[in-house]
Every structure is written in structure tokens, then in C-alpha cells.
């Protein structure tokens, strides 16, 4: 019979509203119950293409005995976590100050207020490796709350006044300039691998953010060592494992060094932000394989990712069936054996695939299979010869059970996926891709905006979910209308993004100018959510940011101008010690600091060298740089629908364009060549 998650929205609580544990949804109803019958809350985090989760709620919330004792003993509170950041970034932040690590699922005890006294991330069915097997947790908790109450409650408090303790205190930090740049960028170097591309060891997760960093500090200041950074780890990510070879996408992240073997499941916002980064180093580079990435993970995204009503699904998950074992296993989907290339291919086809793919007798993978790479030493292949055994290869995979699909549709990924489809749209004339941002964009105005502007994190098959948004949700959705104004014209998606970013302003801003990741107004958890540094996406603190800063060069709003230089002050007391976790933060700064530089094309919509002169202006590498397109405006404001187009004029009855930075405006153009100069800090 099901249990109380039968009528959520959200995938990952719906897989589990079959299970024999009575789940409640976070909710006051469910606290209430915990204090009515006087038990503890246990309340269980993860998201729906999370490998462990599958696997802890298989062993331990579908057995009968495990699930009786969780609904004698305890209230069970089951929660999305791309549904509730809020409610996740809390308690993991007291699961990581309590054990140094952190994870998904997590597990963690309340009491009837909601303060932990006891947290874990997955636990077996049976002891392994040290770790205490579920049932041993439930039990010697049970045995704790009951027999030594007054313990609890005092671990709880102090945990609770820890966590009050950690608040933030970096209002009084200043704007961050070049010589932070320069400290993050030296920072980075140190941490550098420069054999294998990227930063750090196993696990690598792909440095979205920072890679962005690189290429605009590079743009500003011409430095080769940031260029050279960039490139290589993302043509050592294009390569290895971690990017579909056959269908494109990125996965989650490499559990190797080496970006081999990637951790399977597919996230739209690591697809999102990627695409964009490879479209951005196209434009810095002129690299063919970047804009084939590029290219190939926006067609990935909307040809797996898309939902009916037009927005894109949150994930692909990493486990599938495996067809012989009947199991479902992670990577099944994607990993190949020389047998299988045969099979597919044939003997000589298959041999020739096999070197350039990296597939090998040993495998690279589990049992003898191999994750597809095209290693540095492969065979050299015409286009046409591979693109047939590329063909053959995707249908044949097509035939294998797909992995599952997370429908829910998330406000901020979807922002950062309008804003990555509407430049690569742009970039590489293909005005499908527009199409497809601008009905991402119309999905989140007409279900995830209410009358006020105020945004629903998620929807799912049209139907809006019951969580208000969160900040990153406002800085992400803005920044993608803000993308999407440059590249159609439209103003609207302008003034929406204003809407937006006002609501950061009155909603989220604390007194000294740092951000909240929720509103004033949201539901009070054991502490406000409030965090500068990038996971996964772009923090929310830095994302409002960059699309204030941005919102700011289109309109000339001084309040909106003087709000982002005050977020971005965690920036420069954070870039120079720990570069890596506030990539984003550092590339808003980079705009900062070159300006950013506003750029008005001024001409009729239907002139070709209005067009000419409106891409060479998004092409341009000057970090965060705003366009505008369209007819000029009037003083009154009638006529263009963008406040940069106002009182521009054709020159000699030409097209022209118009750049300016610090209020100081070049002289207005009709050539190519000459915006294309104005708009590159450096010439790469």
C-alpha cells in the first residue's frame, strides 16, 4: 500500500512511496507527530540518480523487519534533496563538521525541532569496513533517546549553537581587483595536475566554474598560463571517459585521476554549464573539438533531457539493466567489450573501433568491459567511416533497457541550460537551439512564476511543485534571461530578469550585502542557509551576483550596480585562499573588473549587417560584456526595447554598434574588424 509520498512531484520520493516504511515528506505535520508520540525523526536525504541511494534504500527500506522497526521507533521523513537545498545544505553542513565527510544518501536523527544528534551518510545491511550496519544505528539510537534523554538533548543544542556559531562575516571585505585575480590564479597553478588536466586527485570532478574563470582572466589580461589551464582539461575531459563518446554529455565526475571512469549518471546542470564552456573556449580558440563538444552536449541535452512542456529533465541516472544479468547495475548502459564491437561492427570495423575507442581484451570498467575514450595514440579515422560506426554503435546501445530519467524540471538548471543553448544557438547559427531556450525560458515564466515574480524551484509534467526557489534559482533563471536578451532582442527576457534580480535585493540580502540561500520570508530551518562557494553549479550568492552586475551594464542602475560589488566582496576574501571553490565568484569578478563592457547594435532587425554586427558583438571576448540588438530608442523610451539602444543612431545610415566601459564610450562602428578589436581585452 503506498505511503504518504504517493502525491509528491518529486521522482525520488515517488520511488519510494511503494516501500514498507511509513515516509512522510518534511513537513510540520511529521515534527508534530514526533512529538506527540515522543520519538525521534529520522529523516533520510539523497535525489533520484543517486547510485547509493538506489542501493541503501534496496538492502535496507524495502525489507519488512527493517522497515517495522523504523515505523515503531522513529517518524521517517524522506527528502529530495534538489527539491529542498535549503533543508540539505543544512544539515549537511552539521554532517561535515560532525565526521569531516559528507554525502548522499544522508541520514541523519532529529529531534521533534528538528536539531541532529546523529548523522551518517549510507549505512550497510551488515558491518562492513568499520561502518555499523543500519540496524545497529536504528537500535543504539532507539536506545540512546530513551535511556539517555537528557544527552540528547544537550548534544543537539550544542550541535545546534555550533552551526548558529559558523555564520559568515564578510561584509566588511571590499571589491575584489586584479591583484585577487592574481592570487587565484597563482592559487590554481599550485593545484594544477598538469598531466592529467584539472585539479586535485580521485575523485575529479569536471572544474566548470573555474575553467570559466580561466578563460575570461586570460581574455582581460592575456595571461597563456590561464588559456593553456583551460584547454588542456577540457580536451583531457573530451577525451576520456567521463564524456559520452557515442551520444555526448558529460557525466557526474572521473572516480580516477585520469577521467576515465566516470561516475555514470548524467546532471543537467554539469551538462549546461559545460556546453557553455566549451563554447566559450571555441570562441577564445577557434578549437574545432571544443565546438564539436560543445554542439554535441547541447543536442544531448535536448535530444534526452527535454520535456514535453518544453523545460529540461534534472538527470539520467548512472544505474541501467544490464541485459545478460538482468540487474540493474551502474554504467550498463554505456561501458562495451571487444566481443560486443564485433557483434555490432564486425571484425575488421571492430578492431579499428576498439583502438580509437580505447577498448580493450582487460576493459577499462567492471568484468572485462571499457568506457569509451579516444586516447591521444589512437588510429586516425576519415569522417565519414567513423560517423557510420558511430551510427551503428548508438542504435545498437539504443536497443540496451536506458537508464531512468529524473522529469522534474529545476528553475536554476534550467537558467543555466537557457543561457548555454541560446550562445551555442548564436555562436554556430543554429537558431534551434534558441528555440529551444526561449521555451525553457516561457516553461519557467508561465509555471514557475507566480503574479510577483517569485520563483517555484521545480515542476514536474506542467504542474508546479510546492517549494518556493531558492537563490541560486533567482541568480541562474536571471542569468539565463539575461543570455537569451543578447542573443533574440527581446527585451522582455530583460525586464523579467529585472524582476528577478530585484527580488534578490528586497528578499535575500542581509544589512552588510552577503546573500541568503533563502528568503526572508521561507520557512525557518536550525539556521539560515547562507554559502559563497560553488558545489556542483554556481553558488546562489555568487549567481545573483554576476546577473545584478550583468542587469546593472544593461540598465545603468546604480543600486543594482553597487549590490553586486557588495556580494562579490566574499571574493576577495575567498579567491586568493580557496580558488576552487569560488571559480564563479572569480569569472563575475573578472566582468567586474573589465567593466563589463556594454555593447549597443543599433539597426533594422531584417538588415544582414545588422545580424553580422550583432554576432561578432556576442562573439566577443571581453569578460561578461552585455548586447543589445535592435531599433534605436527614443529619449521618452519608446521605440528600441533595450535602455542601451537609447538614443543611438545608424551612422551614414548603417548599422553600427556601440561600445562602452566605464563610462567611456569608443567611437560608434560600422566594421566588423573594428568591434571585433574593441571587444577583445587581448587578441588570442
Request: proline share 6%.
Amino acid at each position: 500500500m503506498p505511503n504518504r509520498l504517493a502525491n509528491e512531484t518529486s521522482p525520488y520520493l515517488l520511488q519510494h512511496a511503494d516501500n514498507p516504511v511509513d515516509w512522510w515528506p518534511w513537513s510540520p505535520e511529521a515534527f508534530a507527530e514526533a512529538r506527540e508520540r515522543g520519538v525521534p525523526v529520522l529523516l533520510s536525504v539523497g535525489y533520484s540518480s543517486c547510485h547509493w541511494c538506489h542501493v541503501m534504500a534496496h538492502e535496507s527500506f524495502e525489507g519488512e523487519s527493517t522497515a517495522a522497526f523504523m515505523n515503531e521507533h522513529f517518524v521517517n521523513v524522506k527528502v529530495d534533496r534538489e527539491e529542498r537545498p535549503d533543508i540539505d545544505a543544512v544539515y549537511m553542513e552539521a554532517v561535515q563538521a560532525a565526521t569531516g565527510q559528507g554525502g548522499w544518501p544522508m541520514t541523519v536523527f532529529l529531534t521533534p525541532d528538528a536539531e541532529p544528534f546523529y548523522f551518517g551518510t549510507y549505512f550497510p545491511p551488515e558491518p562492513r569496513h568499520g561502518m555499523p550496519s543500519f540496524m545497529q544505528v536504528l537500535e543504539g539510537v532507539r536506545t540512546a533517546w530513551v535511556g539517555r534523554p537528557e544527552e540528547v538533548a544537550e548534544v543537539a543544542q550544542r550541535i545546534v549553537r555550533d552551526l548558529a556559531g559558523r555564520q559568515l562575516d564578510y561584509g566588511k571585505a571590499g571589491v575584489p581587483g586584479p591583484e585577487e585575480l592574481a592570487g587565484a590564479l597563482l592559487g590554481l597553478t599550485r593545484e594544477y595536475d598538469a598531466v592529467r588536466g584539472g585539479f586535485g586527485g580521485a575523485p575529479k570532478f569536471p572544474p566548470s566554474m573555474v575553467l570559466e574563470f580561466l578563460l575570461r582572466h586570460h581574455a582581460r589580461t592575456g595571461s597563456e598560463g590561464a588559456l593553456q589551464m583551460a584547454v588542456d582539461t577540457c580536451e583531457a575531459m573530451a577525451r576520456g571517459g567521463i564524456y559520452d563518446q557515442l551520444g555526448g554529455g558529460f557525466a557526474r565526475y572521473s572516480v580516477d585521476r585520469e577521467w576515465v571512469v566516470p561516475h555514470f549518471e548524467k546532471m543537467l546542470y554539469d551538462n549546461a554549464l559545460l556546453c557553455r564552456v566549451y563554447a566559450h573556449l571555441w570562441r577564445t580558440t577557434g578549437s574545432d573539438l571544443a565546438r564539436r563538444v560543445a554542439l554535441e552536449t547541447a543536442d544531448f541535452m535536448v535530444r534526452e533531457l527535454r520535456t514535453e512542456q518544453g523545460g529540461f529533465a534534472s538527470a539520467l541516472d548512472a544505474d541501467s539493466e544490464d541485459p545478460v544479468s538482468g540487474k540493474h547495475v551502474e554504467g550498463a548502459y554505456y561501458a562495451w567489450t571487444p566481443q560486443q564491437f564485433a557483434e555490432v561492427l564486425g571484425e575488421a570495423d571492430g578492431a579499428l573501433a576498439q583502438a580509437y575507442f580505447g577498448v580493450t581484451q582487460e576493459g577499462t570498467f567492471e568484468h572485462g568491459s571499457s568506457v569509451l575514450q579516444l586516447p591521444q595514440d589512437g588510429p586516425a579515422l576519415d569522417a565519414e567511416r567513423l560517423a557510420g560506426i558511430k551510427e551503428r554503435l548508438l542504435a545498437a546501445r539504443g536497443l540496451r533497457p536506458a537508464p531512468g530519467r529524473d522529469d522534474k524540471v529545476v528553475a536554476a538548471w534550467n537558467g543555466l541550460a537557457i543561457a548555454a543553448l541560446a550562445e551555442c544557438g548564436a555562436y554556430f547559427e543554429r537558431p534551434d537551439l534558441v528555440e529551444r531556450a526561449t521555451e525553457a525560458a516561457d516553461l519557467l515564466v508561465r509555471v514557475h512564476m507566480d503574479g510577483s515574480a517569485r520563483l517555484a524551484r521545480t515542476s514536474r509534467d506542467g504542474r508546479v511543485g510546492p517549494n518556493a526557489g531558492v537563490l541560486e534559482d533567482y541568480g541562474d533563471v536571471a542569468e539565463g534571461f539575461l543570455a537569451l536578451a543578447s542573443v533574440t532582442g527581446e527585451g522582455v527576457w530583460l525586464e523579467f530578469a529585472g524582476f528577478l534580480v530585484d527580488l534578490v535585493m528586497a528578499r535575500f540580502a542581509a544589512e552588510d550585502g552577503s546573500l541568503y540561500d533563502t528568503a526572508h520570508d521561507a520557512e525557518q530551518l536550525i539556521r539560515r542557509p547562507q554559502d559563497p562557494t560553488d558545489t556542483a553549479a554556481p553558488s546562489g550568492w555568487t549567481a545573483a551576483a554576476g546577473a545584478l552586475l550583468s542587469y546593472a551594464a544593461h540598465t545603468g542602475s546604480e543600486p543594482h550596480r553597487t549590490a553586486a560589488e557588495r556580494a562579490l566582496g566574499v571574493v576577495q576574501a575567498l579567491g586568493p585562499r580557496a580558488p576552487r571553490f569560488i571559480g564563479h565568484g572569480l569569472a563575475v569578478a573578472e566582468a567586474l573588473v573589465d567593466g563589463p563592457r556594454e555593447v549597443a547594435v543599433v539597426g533594422h532587425p531584417d538588415d544582414p549587417a545588422t545580424a553580422a554586427l550583432h554576432r561578432t558583438a556576442l562573439l566577443g571576448t571581453a569578460p561578461g560584456a552585455v548586447v543589445a540588438v535592435g531599433l534605436p530608442r527614443a529619449e521618452d523610451g519608446s521605440g528600441g526595447e533595450f535602455p542601451l539602444l537609447a538614443e543611438r543612431t545608424l551612422v551614414r545610415d548603417l548599422p553600427a554598434a556601440y561600445v562602452c566601459r566605464h563610462f567611456v564610450c569608443a567611437r560608434p562602428t560600422t566594421e566588423l574588424v573594428e568591434l571585433a578589436d574593441q571587444l577583445g581585452a587581448v587578441r588570442p
